[in-house]
């Protein structure tokens, strides 16, 4: 963006998540690393390598598995709670 002339752009991480099942490398442990080391490093404002330490937001994706969805099956996996309302794994949004 800044090699564009748009400078001090703000950074979004408009969807990010990991599947559960379904797909090579997913799984219920993959997921929890994955989503909780963005969720830590959002909550920490530890930022980006190119902005380190600059507050950045962040949308989870997916509070719930979707059995409607279309694609390729690993794509109904990225819920933190199941079909049934099963948490999945335990993830937490704190710093703590």
């Known amino acids: ?12 991480v408009a969807e990010t ?19 909780d080391n963005v969720v830590r490093r959002a909550v920490n404002g530890v930022g980006t390598p190119k902005r380190p330490k600059e507050e950045m937001e962040v949308y989870m994706f997916d509070l719930f598995d979707e059995n409607e969805r279309g694609g390729d099956e690993y794509q109904k996996h990225f819920g ?16 703590n």
């Open 17 to 35: 998540g990991w599947p559960t099942a379904c797909g090579e490398a997913a799984g219920v442990d993959n997921a929890l690393t994955y989503n």
């Open 80 to 95: 933190i709670f199941s079909l049934a309302g099963v948490k999945l794994y335990d993830l937490r949004f704190s710093s």
């Open 1 to 12: 963006m800044e090699r564009e002339g748009f400078q001090g752009i703000r950074v979004v």
